[in-house]
C-alpha cells in the first residue's frame, strides 16, 4: 500500500512539472514576440518619424537642412508643378527652439517679411519644357555660416544633381540683362553677388535683379583682396570694403538684400570670417568654379561648368554676368544641364541684411554734390540743337 501511494505522489508531482514546464514556454513566447516588436518599431520610427518630431531634430544635418519632410514624395513632385517648391529651411548647428508641429506651419513661417528674394509662393513655371526650380532653400545667417566645399566642408544641402547658380561682378550693361533673359526664359532663380561700385553706376539693373525674383548678395565695394595689404594690416579698411559693398548695392536696390557674402578671388581671412560672423553674414565660396573670366567663347564655359559637374555631380556653381561669355553660354549651358538631369535650387535669406550708419554716410560722401542732385536728369539737361 505504501508503495502505490509512493509511485501515485511521484506520477503527481511529474505531472504537476510537466504543467509548470508547458505553463512558463507559453508565457515567454509572448515576451520574445514585444521584443522582437520594439526592436522593428524604433528602428522604422527613426527611418520616417512623424512630420512634427522631423522638424525638430537637433541632429548637425537636421539644423542646417529641413528633413525629408520638406520634400514631395515622387509621385507627389509629379503632381506638382517644381517651380512652386517650398523653401527648405536651413539654420545653424543646433536644432530650432519651438520649431513648428507641422511641416506647413514651418514652411508658413519661411518667408522672410520684406524680402524681395523670397519665393515661398513662386508660381508654377508657365513655359512649356523649361527647367522651372527644384527647390527654394531658405538660409538663416546667424553667426555668418559659410558654404561651399571648395573651403567649407560642414554644410552639405544639395542632393546629387542639384545645382545653385551664382553671378559675381555684376551689375554690369547688357551682360546682367541677357542673363536675367536667360534665367526667366528656363523659370530659374539665382544668386547675385553684386560689386557696391558697380551698383552705385547701374542702379537701375540692380533694381531689375531685385524685380525678377533674384537672390542679391554683395562682393564689396570695388573688388579688393582683402587678403592683401592694405587690408590684411588693417582691419577697418578691410571692414569699410565689406560694409561700403553692402551699403551700395542695398541703396542701388532700394530695398532689402539678403545678408550673403563673396570674397573677391575667394580670398577669406579668418579674422574677416569672424567679423561677417557677428554680422550674421553668410560667407559663399563654392563648389564648381567655372573660371569664366578666363574664357572668350561661350563653349569655353560651358565645356568648363558640365565637366566639372560631371565629376562633382552637384553643387554651387560660380559664373560672372560682369563676363559677355557667359551672357552668350547661360541659355545653352541651362538647356545642357536640363538635359543631363541637373535641377536648379534657389537660396533666399531667413532675414535681409541690416545696413550700418557709418558706412551708409560714407557711401553718400562718395558724392559730395549728391545732395544738390535731387532733380531728374531730363530737367536738368535737355538738348536744344541737333539730334
Known sequence: ??????????????????????????????????????????????AAPPVSEKLAQPSIQA?????????????????????AAEPTRLAQNSAAPNAPATAGAALANATPPGSRAAANNAPACDKPGAMGLARVVQIDTTGGPAFGFEHFKQYDFLREHEVVLTFDDGPWPENTPAVLKALADQCLKATFFEIGEHATWHPEIS?????????????????????????????EQAKQEIEMGVSAVHAAVDGPIAPFFRFPDLQQPPVLLAYLAQ??????????????????????VIKSVMSKLEKRGKGIVLMHDFQHATAEALPELLRQL???????????PKAPVTTIAKYDDMLRAQDKMSANNTRPESSVVRTISGN
Not at 289 to 299: G, H, I, Q, T
Open 63 to 83: 539644423a542646417v537642412v529641413a528633413p525629408a519632410a520638406t520634400a514631395p514624395t515622387p509621385a507627389a513632385a509629379a503632381a506638382a508643378p517644381a517651380a
Open 279 to 300: 554680422r550674421n553674414i553668410a560667407t559663399f565660396s563654392t563648389d564648381i568654379d567655372s573660371f569664366d573670366f578666363k574664357m572668350r567663347r561661350p563653349e569655353q
Open 207 to 235: 533694381k531689375m535683379v531685385a524685380a525678377a525674383g533674384m537672390t542679391i548678395g554683395s562682393h564689396t565695394w570695388s573688388h579688393k583682396d582683402l587678403a592683401r595689404n592694405p587690408y590684411a594690416s588693417d582691419i
Open 1 to 46: 500500500m505504501r508503495v502505490l501511494i509512493i509511485v501515485v505522489a511521484a506520477l503527481a508531482t511529474l505531472g504537476l512539472a510537466a504543467f509548470g514546464v508547458v505553463a512558463a514556454q507559453r508565457a515567454v513566447q509572448p515576451a520574445n514576440a514585444v521584443v522582437a516588436e520594439q526592436a522593428v518599431k524604433p528602428a522604422v520610427a527613426v
Open 338 to 348: 536640363q538635359a543631363a538631369g541637373f535641377k536648379v535650387v534657389h537660396m533666399v
